[in-house]
């Protein structure tokens, strides 16, 4: 076997071998790119030239092991990461079905190919089986390249190749146990047990630690080190269980799914690492295995090469349209299901290794060194054919469903664009990554991030501190890979600056901190935000976000009555479906039955991802009694004076929320409205707009003057 290098490589120096990895990472995608061939075949075939079987520029040292290793157990990460839990679950029963078949069918090709083609022995064929009938997620990044990591036939790929390789690794520690006369029952309980009792203590512990770190921490780089933390703790975890590290590192994605938005700052620093560095060292390790020479030594290994390679494909193909057919999906998304399963590299390795370790009576290896040469160009072979596969087949499935054209003819003429008034420190970071939960990513625009200060003799030191709170927001949303354009500005009446900031940059809606009230006589609203909500008919969100949002477990949504014949109806309704399907949690509304019909309807056209229920609620007093926990996101749909859906009771919101809701997280909404333009002067336009109208306060007095009277 001639898996390690030569110990002559040219280079051996450990910064110049750093130095030749980052070039290969830096110029493969260059050069594929040019040849129109996927750039994860290029960094394989690169390590293939620089290894001790090509050039032998480098050797395969304890660096390739380590971060091939954790290269390996990234790509698991990012698939159990960045799969959609709601279609897993509606899926189930067909990536049950199709992780069977994609299992079943190679693996009784590959026992009957080597007892009968190939002349193995029982032994041998039942371990050649177990190497066809699993597969590696090789082609993962192109699908995200594309952005179809949540589409039908990856999710149930991703799916499926967990419990082929899941099968696999049971029936190789199985079939090792029998080979050495160690399986009995003792063995098989001891094995189940180790199993069960990971699983249920990660799915159990695992969730709650994340959510009482993430609540309590904030910092960039401590909330990536916990997630790498989980992520090798879950691998180191799985492989003393008896299953592979992979199998871990994929349950670890799924469990902290919901914790680590899409788009949120997080995710893209997992992304990035994973991408630039770990996953090309993998594929460059996966590269240098590889030893074409053996195709030429002689007729008997060419055949074993192609028998391998053949009937390998052939089982993956076979169970893939088998599948495609029988779900009725169309012929792109079976060549989807075909590209994703048909790699195989790191599980094939272990089961090769496993093999080697088993020794005959005679002392001689189950796998001898043809079966070795075999597996090893069936890896660099089904690379080849899977990333060629999932790159077309991402393509097809793009110009098909038209997703591009369609975004694009859906938004055309939206104007969208969130203008974020920034005043503190403290509420800059969440008022952002909101915004970016909720912005439309096809369209790709940046945030307006303002700070407005009183133009008064303190205004020098003010500014100073507002920059402060707009470097913190711009920091926050480069590190989500969002653009922001900021702005300080002075002025008499701080309503009135943002009202012509917002003029300026053609702001559409506006998210904003709700107003720290320092004691229990200050004003609900604050000096300006009633000012800026009566000059604005543009949507306003006032939001007190107490915990961080990949903590939030539901939104609940109060709706009032009539608010569908306002303009912005379907605007807000939109903004909570991203917020709702990028936090990955359920969304209630609450309201009349022909609002819930609209918006159900709404949701179920365009977001059907998003798990929405709907709760009648006849009358709008009714508010007080929902039930919110600390891990809930109160919204609160409301209305300015004088439009379509504005009651009087809401005059009492302020004193409602104060008493019954004084601790949750809330966002109180005013949509888009018909009424008069910013700029009208009209006599019946509001000149000022208090907390509570006099009639509120007249009758607050009255019952408690009651209330005294009766003492």
Not at 275 to 296: K, S
Not at 571 to 579: G, K, N, P, T, V
Not at 593 to 612: A, D, K, N, S
């Amino acid at each position: 076997m001639r898996l390690l290098l030569a110990s002559s490589a040219l280079v051996h120096d450990p910064t110049m071998i750093f130095f030749v990895v980052l070039l290969i990472i830096l110029f493969a995608p260059i050069i594929m790119s040019k040849l129109r061939i996927p750039h994860i075949i290029g960094m394989v075939l690169a390590g293939v030239i620089i290894g001790g079987h090509g050039l032998n520029i480098l050797e395969r040292d304890d660096s390739f092991e380590l971060f091939g290793r954790v290269g390996l157990l990234y790509i698991m990460f990012l698939a159990g990461l960045e799969m959609n839990l709601s279609d897993l679950k509606k899926n189930a029963l067909r990536m049950s079905m199709f992780g069977v078949l994609t299992f079943f069918v190679p693996f009784v090709m590959g026992y009957f190919v080597g007892v009968g083609l190939l002349h193995y022995s029982p032994a041998a064929s039942m371990l050649l089986a177990c190497i066809l009938s699993s597969n590696t997620l090789i082609a993962y990044p192109i699908v995200g390249k594309y952005g179809l990591q949540k589409h039908n036939s990856v999710v149930l790929s991703v799916g499926s190749s967990m419990m082929a390789l899941s099968l696999a690794l049971i029936v190789i520690a199985a079939f090792s146990a029998a080979y050495q006369g160690s399986s009995d029952v003792l063995f098989w309980l001891t094995f189940v047990g180790k199993v069960v009792l990971f699983c249920a203590v990660s799915v159990f512990f695992l969730p709650r630690l994340t959510r009482w770190f993430f609540r309590r921490y904030n910092d960039a780089v401590m909330l990536f080190t916990y997630t790498m933390s989980v992520l090798f703790l879950m691998a180191a975890a799985s492989d003393a269980c008896g299953l592979e590290g992979i199998f871990g590192a994929f349950l670890a994605g799924l469990i902290l799914n919901r914790f680590i938005p899409g788009v949120s700052p997080l995710m893209n620093r997992v992304e990035f690492i994973g991408n630039a560095l770990f996953i090309p060292y993998f594929l460059i390790g996966v590269g240098m295995l590889i030893d074409v020479r053996v195709m030429f030594n002689d007729m008997a290994t060419v055949w074993v090469v192609l028998c391998i390679v053949f009937f390998g494909t052939f089982g993956k193909a076979i169970a893939a349209y088998l599948c495609c057919l029988g779900f009725r999906f169309p012929v792109s998304s079976g060549h989807m299901m075909f590209g994703m399963t048909t790699a195989h590299a790191a599980g094939s390795i272990a089961m090769v290794m496993v093999g080697m370790r088993l020794l005959s009576p005679a002392g001689i290896p189950l796998v001898d060194n043809t079966m070795l040469n075999g597996v090893v160009m069936m890896i660099l072979f089904t690379c080849i054919i899977s990333s060629i596969t999932v790159d077309q087949a991402s393509q097809q499935i793009l110009l098909r469903e038209k997703l591009h054209v369609k975004d694009e003819e859906k938004q055309r003429g939206d104007d969208e664009k969130i203008l974020l008034p920034l005043q503190h420190v403290d509420d800059a970071d969440n008022l952002v990554k909101l915004a970016i939960m909720m912005r439309n990513t096809r369209l790709n625009r940046g945030l307006v991030g303002i700070n407005v200060v009183y133009d008064d003799r303190y205004s020098v030191e003010n500014r100073a501190a507002g920059q402060r709170v707009l470097d913190a927001a711009v920091q926050t949303a480069s590190s989500a890979d969002v653009r922001m354009q900021t702005q300080s500005r002075l002025a008499t009446n701080i309503a009135n600056g943002i009202k012509h900031a917002f003029k300026e940059n053609y702001a559409s809606e506006i998210i904003l901190g709700m107003h720290r009230r320092k004691s229990p006589t200050d004003s609900f609203w604050g000096a300006y935000t009633q000012g800026l909500i009566t000059d604005i008919n543009r949507q306003v969100m006032i939001c007190r976000l107490n915990r961080p949002l990949n903590t939030i477990r539901r939104i609940v949504v109060a709706v009032p009555s009539r608010v569908e014949f306002e303009s912005g109806f379907y605007r807000w309704i939109e903004r909570l479906s991203r917020l709702a399907e990028n936090l990955g949690c359920r969304i209630v509304f609450y309201g009349r039955q022909g609002c819930l019909e609209l918006i159900r309807e709404y949701i179920e056209h365009r977001h059907p991802q998003v798990r929405g229920e709907y709760e009648v609620m006849e009358h709008w007093k009714e508010l007080t009694t929902l039930e919110i926990k600390e891990t809930y996101l109160l919204v609160v749909i409301t209305a300015r004076v004088g439009t379509v859906s504005y009651k009087a009771t809401f005059e009492y919101l302020p004193r409602e929320l104060t008493q019954y809701y004084p601790d949750c997280s809330l966002i109180i909404l005013y949509p888009d409205q018909n009424g008069q333009p910013q700029d009208a002067m009209t006599f019946t336009a509001p000149q000022q707009q208090t907390d509570e109208s006099a009639y509120v306060q007249l009758l607050g007095w009255l019952q408690r003057f009651k209330h005294h009277g009766s003492q």
